[in-house]
C-alpha cells in the first residue's frame, strides 16, 4: 500500500509535463529489462521492456531506453497524467538464477494537478 | 489481475503460529513466484516454482517453505510467524525465463503481531 512509496526516490512533476525515470542496472550480462508500475494497494503492472538488442523502444505514451554501456535504463512518460502517480521498478533477468528478474527499490512518481 | 489471484488479501496472525499463503492461477505458466515487498527492501525473492513439485529458493527463504502439487496452485507456509514477516507478499506467475515478463497478484498484507 502507501508503504510501498517509503524511502523511495521521489519525481515530483506537473501534469502534462514530461517524466523521466532513471535506473541503473547491475549485471552487464542481463539481456531483457522491464518497468513495471505500481499503485497504492495494488501489485505491480507491466508497463514495457526491451531487450539488449535494441536501444529503444516504445508504447503508448512511454519510451524506454537502454545505455548498455553504462548499465542504464530511463523510462519517458509523455504528457503525464494524475493517474501516472505510482512507484515505477525496473528489472533485469539474472542470468545467474535461472533467469530470475532482478528488481530495483523503485522511484514515486508524483504528479501535481 | 487477470489470471492471478491470492488469498487472504489481508492475514493478522499471532508470533509462533503457522500461516499459508495461496496464489492460483489460471494461465497455465510454468514458473510462479512469491516476493514479500517492505520499505526501503523493494520486492525480494522468497522461493519460486518452475513445474509441479519443482521449487527452488530465492534470496530471503529462511522461515518459509512451499509447495506446489499442481500448476495452478502455489502456497507459501510461515511454519512459525515472527514479527520480523510483517509484510506485503506478492505472488507472480510468468511463462517462462528468462526473457519473459512476470504477472503479479494483488497481494496478501500479512501483520503479525
Known amino acids: 500500500g502507501e508503504s510501498v512509496g517509503l524511502h523511495l526516490p521521489t519525481l515530483s512533476v506537473q501534469e502534462g509535463d514530461n517524466s523521466i525515470i532513471n535506473c541503473a542496472y547491475s549485471?552487464?550480462?542481463?539481456?531483457?529489462f522491464i518497468w513495471y508500475k505500481q499503485e497504492s494497494g495494488k501489485g505491480p503492472q507491466f508497463i514495457i521492456d526491451?531487450?539488449?538488442?535494441?536501444d529503444k523502444r516504445q508504447g503508448q505514451r512511454v519510451t524506454v531506453l537502454l545505455n548498455k554501456t553504462v548499465k542504464h535504463l530511463s523510462l519517458q512518460i509523455a504528457a503525464t497524467q494524475p493517474g501516472d502517480s505510482a512507484v515505477y521498478f525496473c528489472?533485469?533477468?539474472?542470468?545467474?538464477?535461472?533467469?530470475?528478474?532482478?528488481f530495483g527499490k523503485g522511484t514515486k512518481l508524483s504528479v501535481k494537478p | 489481475d487477470a489470471g492471478i489471484t491470492q488469498s487472504p488479501r489481508h492475514k493478522v496472525t499471532e508470533t509462533g503460529t503457522p500461516v499459508t499463503l495461496r496464489c492460483h492461477q489460471t494461465?497455465?505458466?510454468?514458473?510462479m513466484y512469491w516476493y514479500r515487498q517492505d520499505p526501503g527492501h523493494g520486492l525480494r525473492l522468497i522461493h519460486y516454482?518452475?513445474?509441479?513439485?519443482?521449487?527452488d529458493k530465492g534470496e530471503v527463504s529462511d522461515g518459509y517453505s512451499v509447495s506446489r502439487s499442481k500448476t495452478e496452485d502455489f502456497l507459501l507456509t510461515l511454519e512459525s510467524a515472527t514479527s520480523s514477516q510483517t509484510s506485503v507478499y506478492f505472488c507472480?506467475?510468468?511463462?517462462?525465463?528468462?526473457?519473459?515478463?512476470?504477472?503479479f497478484g494483488s497481494g496478501t498484507r500479512l501483520t503479525v503481531v
Open positions: 494461465e497455465n505458466h510454468r514458473y
Open positions: 549485471n552487464s550480462a542481463s539481456d531483457y
Open positions: 507472480a506467475i510468468s511463462a517462462g525465463t528468462p526473457n519473459y515478463g512476470y504477472t
Open positions: 516454482s518452475y513445474g509441479v513439485k519443482d521449487t
Open positions: 526491451i531487450r539488449s538488442n535494441m
Open positions: 528489472a533485469e533477468n539474472n542470468r545467474g538464477s535461472q533467469g530470475n528478474l532482478i
